[in-house]
């Protein structure tokens, strides 16, 4: 009997401590500040012209009174994601016991148990980290919620801030890019398709898989039945409804420009210069490099050249190497369709669009645009005493002497791999590093091919020092950060050194102008021969290939544009596909220097051209069978009286 009493005292103790500190925390939640539900966390991004491009989260123009919202809209939300919306305090407890018992049951996580003011909580204040402290947040915040608003100015809030798919935030915005109305006129059927998209919104919205769709349809019909909302009939009546989508926005009716606006949010997040409170507190706008043209033109590309590929995946980006603004990214083809941004989240091996780094550091350690070796299967025995035997694509070989400059143009593996031992496995690491490339390398023999994984921004960062001219430069979306009452909280501090000598970097972009000249086909062709075509202007262009990864990075003063296409699944690439990243690069390019002027590099003042043997590495004579002009500095050019440059071997 004294135990029992004991205990009884100790519960009694317990829920006066429990009372008491719940008591401290309302009083906290109710009196302490208060949440602007219509302003917090709004994040605006503005492009280079300063024309907002995002209003996300709360940033949206579309905000719409519950009151105008059909009815139908807003009983299809309630009953089919907190059916207790209206009678509990912002945590349903009975459905957080039985999603707990239902998971352990099944050995899975599936159910949830999140309230409509928990996910509103989370999709207002906590953007960028997914920890604890993130959880013990969203918590918080939604008791402060509960405390300082009404249900249906929290439900409100909701629905004007909610993922619909697509890029969409908010029903009013939902309601007219999938219907082309008003929120306050939307129709059963319409509205329960609608309810149906937050819980996955790739997955269940109708533009993306109509099937998947229309079966969340039934099941939000299914619950306002089974809430005695509507009659069975009336269910079975709507499902038969066809429903015709719009599928437009007001303006940037882009499919990739979401992966730019999230690329923006990852750098925010890494730059560790905002915190959750300051975007609640005041919110932020964010000023990008973003060149809507570029996007478009990169988007267009994609889309001409990957239309019956269904599976192929894409990242490509457009950057400026004179400043390193990222103009236009693309993380993949669709982002309604996979959220994966391949652009800053994928490394791939990058294949022969790694030598122009390689030859680069060769022309600054003694060889030349004529610098010979003898190309024919080889195999290489390395210093720790394996052995290497890299082939060339195809097996074509000249098996015979060639220059530098043919190997670049023809993209010959031995040559390169010749290039590499000559200079040391750690020579490239050295001057990829040097260029920006931050990944670890390892210095091994197969390096100059791409073995390594890269991603592609800083892989065309490393492009742009050669873009330039020599400058290192830091590839970046954001320019300006302000907060809600326009002060300035960050602003990119441009910074560039000379890393690379102009002079060199000069003799390799014009050899890097032959990898679609066609004019020197021989036992085989330029390896970008096929889309000499469609090119214009000059460039230097490289491309890379390895059995799942396709490379094309190519660039002028102006502007670097760098295309991988391949699988997400590693699958094996077929011959047919190798077109794509060349073509997407070609159009790209092409289609956003459309009207401007040629523009290349002027020469520097030692360095001098001349018309080369490009087989012998010779001058040129008449009986030369593929002759250009190619550049040396001065001295180390053929024929020069003093001294040759000609590093030949026959290994």
Same mark, same amino acid.
């Given at each position: 009997m004294k135990k029992f009493k004991v205990?009884?005292?100790?519960?009694?103790?317990?829920?006066?401590?429990?009372?008491?500190?719940?008591?401290?925390?309302?009083?906290?939640?109710?009196?302490?500040?208060?949440?602007?539900?219509?302003?917090?966390?709004?994040?605006?991004?503005?492009?280079?012209?300063?024309?907002?491009?995002?209003?996300?989260?709360?940033?949206?123009?579309?905000?719409? *009174?519950? &009151?105008?919202?059909?009815?139908?809209?807003?009983?299809? #939300?309630? @009953? %089919?994601? /907190?059916?207790?919306?209206?009678?509990?305090?912002?945590?349903?407890?009975?459905?957080?016991?039985?999603?707990?018992?239902?998971?352990?049951?099944?050995?899975?996580?599936?159910?949830?148990?999140?309230?409509?003011?928990?996910?509103?909580?989370?999709?207002?204040?906590?953007?960028?980290?997914?920890?604890?402290?993130? *959880?013990? &947040?969203?918590?918080?915040?939604?008791?402060?919620?509960? #405390?300082? @608003? %009404?249900? /249906?100015?929290?439900?409100?809030?909701?629905?004007?801030?909610?993922?619909?798919?697509?890029?969409?935030?908010?029903?009013?915005?939902?309601?007219?890019?999938?219907?082309n109305k008003s929120a306050k006129d939307l129709s059963l059927a319409e509205a329960s398709m609608l309810a149906g998209i937050p819980k996955s919104p790739d997955n269940y919205s109708p533009l993306n898989d109509e099937v998947a769709a229309k079966k969340r349809q039934k099941q939000i019909l299914q619950a306002l039945v089974n809430n005695n909302v509507i009659s069975k009939k009336t269910m079975d009546d709507t499902l038969e409804v066809k429903l015709t989508y719009y599928g437009k926005k007001e303006n940037l009716n882009l499919s990739t420009i979401m992966y730019y606006q999230d690329a923006v949010i990852r750098e925010l997040q890494s730059l560790k210069i905002v915190s959750d409170d300051t975007i609640r507190q005041e919110g932020l706008k964010i000023y990008t490099a973003l060149d809507v043209n570029a996007q478009s033109n990169l988007e267009e590309s994609i889309k001409n050249n990957l239309e019956n590929k269904e599976e192929m995946q894409v990242s490509a980006i457009m950057m400026n190497p004179n400043n390193g603004e990222i103009i236009a990214l693309a993380g993949g083809k669709d982002y309604s369709k996979s959220q994966y941004n391949r652009a800053v989240q994928s490394k791939r091996q990058v294949g022969s669009t790694m030598k122009p780094i390689l030859y680069y550091a060769a022309l600054e350690n003694g060889l030349t645009s004529a610098t010979t070796f003898l190309s024919k299967p080889t195999t290489f025995t390395l210093d720790n005493g394996l052995t290497y035997s890299p082939s060339n694509y195809g097996d074509i070989y000249p098996n015979d002497k060639i220059t530098m400059a043919l190997a670049i143009s023809y993209s010959d593996n031995i040559y390169a791999i010749k290039t590499h031992l000559f200079l040391g496995e750690d020579t490239l690491v050295k001057y990829a590093k040097k260029m920006g490339i931050t990944s670890k390398l390892q210095a091994n023999a197969s390096l100059p091919l791409g073995t390594n994984e890269l991603t592609i921004i800083e892989f065309v960062n490393a492009y742009s020092s050669l873009a330039n001219t020599g400058y290192s430069v830091k590839?970046?979306?954001?320019?300006?950060?302000?907060?809600?009452?326009?002060?300035?909280?960050?602003?990119?501090?441009?910074?560039?050194?000379?890393?690379?000598?102009?002079?060199?970097?000069?003799?390799?972009?014009?050899?890097?102008?032959?990898?679609?000249?066609?004019?020197?086909?021989?036992?085989?062709?330029?390896?970008?021969?096929?889309?000499?075509?469609?090119?214009?202007?000059?460039?230097?262009?490289?491309?890379?290939?390895?059995?799942?990864?396709?490379?094309?990075?190519?660039?002028?003063?102006?502007?670097?544009?760098?295309?991988?296409?391949?699988?997400?699944?590693?699958?094996?690439?077929?011959?047919?596909?190798?077109?794509?990243?060349?073509?997407?690069?070609?159009?790209?390019?092409?289609?956003?220097?459309?009207?401007?002027?040629?523009?290349?590099?002027?020469?520097?003042?030692?360095?001098?051209?001349?018309?080369?043997?490009?087989?012998?590495?010779?001058?040129?004579?008449?009986?030369?069978?593929?002759?250009?002009?190619?550049?040396?500095?001065?001295?180390?050019?053929?024929?020069?009286?003093?001294?040759?440059?000609?590093?030949?071997?026959?290994?």
């Open positions: 205990i009884i005292k100790i519960l009694i103790a317990l829920m006066l401590i429990f009372c008491f500190l719940y008591s401290i925390l309302f009083l906290c939640a109710k009196y302490g500040s208060k949440i602007d539900i219509e302003n917090s966390n709004s994040i605006y991004m503005f492009d280079k012209e300063n024309i907002s491009f995002y209003e996300g989260n709360n940033g949206t123009k579309k905000w719409i *009174k519950l &009151k105008d919202i059909s009815k139908y809209l807003i009983n299809a #939300t309630i @009953y %089919s994601e /907190d059916k207790n919306f209206y009678s509990h305090t912002g945590f349903d407890i009975p459905r957080i016991i039985k999603s707990t018992f239902v998971n352990i049951k099944s050995k899975d996580l599936k159910e949830g148990a999140s309230t409509i003011t928990q996910q509103y909580a989370r999709n207002l204040f906590l953007t960028f980290d997914k920890t604890w402290e993130r *959880k013990i &947040k969203e918590a918080w915040y939604a008791f402060k919620l509960e #405390t300082q @608003y %009404s249900k /249906d100015e929290i439900l409100e809030g909701y629905l004007n801030t909610i993922n619909y798919g697509n890029g969409i935030l908010g029903i009013e915005n939902a309601s007219l890019y999938y219907f590839g970046h979306l954001i320019k300006k950060v302000e907060d809600g009452n326009g002060d300035i909280i960050y602003e990119y501090d441009e910074i560039k050194d000379r890393i690379l000598n102009k002079s060199y970097a000069y003799i390799l972009n014009e050899l890097l102008s032959n990898t679609y000249d066609i004019t020197l086909t021989s036992y085989t062709a330029p390896t970008c021969a096929s889309i000499a075509p469609k090119l214009t202007k000059k460039y230097a262009v490289k491309s890379g290939t390895t059995d799942y990864d396709l490379w094309t990075v190519g660039y002028n003063p102006n502007i670097v544009v760098g295309v991988w296409t391949g699988y997400d699944d590693n699958r094996k690439l077929s011959n047919k596909e190798y077109k794509y990243a060349k073509n997407i690069w070609a159009d790209t390019i092409e289609n956003y220097l459309r009207d401007q002027k040629q523009t290349w590099y002027e020469k520097p003042d030692n360095v001098v051209g001349v018309l080369t043997d490009v087989q012998t590495g010779q001058v040129a004579t008449n009986n030369s069978k593929l002759k250009k002009i190619l550049y040396y500095i001065k001295g180390t050019e053929p024929g020069y009286k003093d001294k040759t440059n000609e590093k030949t071997t026959t290994n």
